[in-house]
């Protein structure tokens, strides 16, 4: 079944008889005809729609070498510095059929982060992670699956550790010869209820004593015990109205917390057990390639915005105003710099182990999304000042369709002939949803971690000291220095330094 349609994906998941799926404390059954859900189920389907439209194939697919067959990208393991960049630009592309997160990337992202993770154990020795991994791939790539993948606990208290509380991270609960047990939650999982499988993977470094928490697995969404709480955001008791210009956005996404109940893993879905020396390890191979990502998806939406904020200002007549003009090329530098990092930090790929393993340049990763907390509010910030105070507070789409309201409401909203009110107001609405919706705000200070832990990489990576000793050469104070032949001032990451000795220890 490689390369499913879009139809295909939604039949898969319209029926489930085990999980249960919460949206405003009423259980949901059906997800593709939930209109809360439909939104999301549509963004979802986008990123199989890609494997097929004319202009999004070429980068919508891949050659598998683990199954020899053409696959969907969002299945496919990185096999050089361009696969990397054809994702930055795969998904800033997918934004603008969307127009909303198309939730599909964390799972991806998981896929690449085990495969590396497990096979760099595998060279240590633990060879079962490994070849159980590749077979869960081959499945996924075989079925073209969609994932979520779930890393982010509820963590509690934030200064203690998961040993000191136990309800705030995941956990193995029993051991089996079948399998484990788990409990506990995961927050914030974005896609999680139109995905068909979880990937898990731990949510920080662990220590000896966390060890219990050091776990990596994935199961299908629809399993006993698995229960989905969506989240509430902006505007969304709209969707229920189903309107055509308040209903607005037709493809949205969505987040939940995931709250596992004693849930069963069979050991073949098992791909870390109390390997809490890797977990680190797989946390910054993680956080560094979904960093990256964000420099094609919300460089995408801001495409959105900036022709959304464009438009608005050619229907009052004020596009070629100068400081209008000023506005928008600001935006499109703000834009570009997020894309433009996004792809350094593909095509600057390290490779972490033997034949395979690629991996985003962690600092051009990290400085990506660290652009990220910042540009996409200075971009609202301009496009709301482009539309106007109209885009919080416009007519609603019920009073333009009263009979009795709507000549007022055309009289007094015209602008320049060549649009309709009616035009006006889907713009509007279009601007609202996008601009300051949870995936272009919130998701860019929060998502793939927080502002603080890229300044904690940038800084742990960059070698100051190497940059005082060339300042220090300059200014004749020390004539002594040895230059690098690294042009970068960088240090080497753990992960680096974990799969050079992995190498080094191989060749010996």
């Not at 914030?188 to 995905?195: L, Y």
């Not at 393993?357 to 990220?372: D, E, G, R, S």
Request: net charge neutral; aromatic share 10%; glycine share 6%.
């Amino acid at each position: 079944m490689v390369l499913r349609t879009g139809e295909q994906y939604v039949e898969a998941i319209r029926n489930r008889s085990k999980v249960e799926i919460y949206v405003m404390g009423k259980e949901v059954k059906d997800v593709t005809q939930d209109p809360f859900l439909k939104p999301a189920v549509l963004s979802f389907k986008a990123t199989y729609d890609a494997a097929h439209e004319e202009d999004t194939k070429h980068l919508g697919r891949a050659w598998s070498q683990f199954i020899n067959e053409e696959v969907n990208r969002f299945t496919h393991v990185h096999r050089s510095p361009e696969d990397l960049a054809a994702k930055v630009k795969l998904l800033r592309k997918i934004s603008h059929k969307t127009g909303a997160c198309f939730q599909r990337c964390v799972g991806w992202d998981a896929l690449n982060t085990l495969y590396i993770t497990t096979k760099l154990m595998a060279e240590k020795g633990k060879k079962e992670y490994y070849e159980r991994f590749v077979e869960y791939l081959k499945y996924v790539q075989k079925n073209d699956l969609a994932l979520a993948g779930a890393m982010t606990d509820v963590k509690g208290v934030r200064t203690l550790k998961p040993s000191e509380q136990p309800n705030a991270y995941l956990r193995v609960t029993e051991v089996t010869k079948e399998g484990i047990y788990v409990a506990g939650a995961k927050a914030n999982i974005t896609g999680i209820a139109t995905a068909e499988e979880i990937v898990v993977m731990p949510t920080r470094g662990m220590s000896e004593k966390d060890q219990d928490f050091a776990i990596a697995f994935s199961i299908p969404l629809d399993t006993e015990g698995i229960k989905v709480i969506v989240g509430r955001q902006l505007n969304d008791a709209r969707r229920f109205e189903e309107g055509e210009i308040d209903g607005l956005p037709y493809r949205y996404n969505h987040e939940g917390l995931v709250i596992f109940d004693n849930v069963f893993v069979p050991w073949e879905r098992v791909f870390m057990y109390k390997d809490w020396q890797m977990s680190g390890i797989l946390v910054e191979i993680f956080s560094a390639y979904h960093r990256q990502g964000y420099g094609g998806c919300k460089s995408g939406l801001a495409d959105v915005i900036i022709g959304a904020s464009y438009n608005l200002a050619k229907q009052v007549g004020v596009d070629k105003a100068p400081h209008i003009q000023n506005k928008l090329t600001e935006m499109v530098l703000l834009t570009e710099n997020m894309y433009s990092t996004g792809i350094a930090a593909s095509l600057d790929a390290i490779k972490l182990c033997e034949n395979d393993c690629w991996w985003v340049n962690p600092m051009f990763a990290n400085v990506t999304k660290q652009l990220v907390t910042r540009f996409p509010y200075e971009i609202t910030k301009f496009s709301t000042d482009i539309a106007g105070g109209i885009l919080g507070t416009g007519p609603s789409e019920s009073d333009l369709k009263n009979p009795k309201l709507k000549p007022y409401i055309e009289k007094y909203l015209q602008g320049i002939s060549d649009y309709k009110v009616e035009d006006r107001l889907r713009m509007i609405r279009l601007l609202e949803n996008v601009s300051l919706g949870v995936a272009f705000l919130i998701e860019s200070v929060h998502g793939a971690g927080s502002p603080e832990a890229q300044r904690i990489v940038i800084n742990r990576v960059y070698d100051y000291d190497y940059a005082s000793k060339i300042a220090m050469y300059l200014a004749n104070i020390k004539k002594d220095v040895e230059f690098k032949e690294k042009v970068e001032p960088w240090r080497e990451t753990d992960t680096e330094r974990t799969a050079k000795s992995v190498t080094s220890n191989d060749k010996k």
